[in-house]
């Protein structure tokens, strides 16, 4: 198994939608929060030409696994939507894309990025990768946003 990290063609626009939905239904059940960003963005939102914007691929054999976003800021960058494959998790392609993520990011202050408080899994990752809270917020009905960033 030979997997390349390279950033996304329009072409992997449809894959990388296909799975970030699915990965981020398990959240939506969690927070029945079904109109999150990631489970309703189009094709037509995502702007691969964005100087403020880097999506990265992982691809095993010619087929896209997963992918991570980078959104830049004056001094930081937000890392979004990392989203694997049901049939590629737990394979370490989650934190493959993180660090490669990270190397975007050489020049700024911080890198920061949020998930849901009982994301578990979730936060476990970033916080093995050096990730650090630095604010909880309530969302809804009484569940938290944890915010981690990385220095």
Same mark, same amino acid.
């Given at each position: ?30 927070? &029945? $929060? ?5 489970? *309703?963005?189009?094709?037509? @939102?995502?702007?691969?030409?964005? !100087?403020? %914007? ?21 001094? &930081? $960058? ?5 989203? *694997?494959?049901?049939?590629? @998790?737990?394979?370490?392609?989650? !934190?493959? %894309? ?54």
């Amino acid at each position: 198994m030979d997997l390349i990290i390279r950033r996304a063609k329009t072409e992997d626009i449809p894959r990388i939608l296909e799975i970030q939905k699915k990965a981020f239904v398990v959240q939506a059940d969690k927070y &029945d $929060a079904y109109d999150i960003p990631p489970m *309703i963005e189009a094709a037509d @939102q995502i702007n691969l030409d964005s !100087s403020k %914007l880097v999506i990265l691929v992982a691809e095993i054999d010619g087929v896209v696994t997963g992918s991570i976003r980078i959104a830049y800021g004056e001094n &930081d $960058a937000e890392i979004k939507r990392l989203s *694997i494959a049901d049939e590629f @998790q737990k394979q370490g392609i989650g !934190s493959r %894309l993180m660090k490669e993520a990270e190397t975007y990011c050489d020049n700024l202050s911080r890198i920061w990025l949020f998930t849901g408080g009982q994301s578990y899994e979730n936060i476990n990752l970033y916080k093995k990768l050096g990730y650090r809270t630095f604010k909880e917020e309530h969302w809804k009905d009484g569940f938290t946003l944890i915010y981690l960033e990385k220095k």
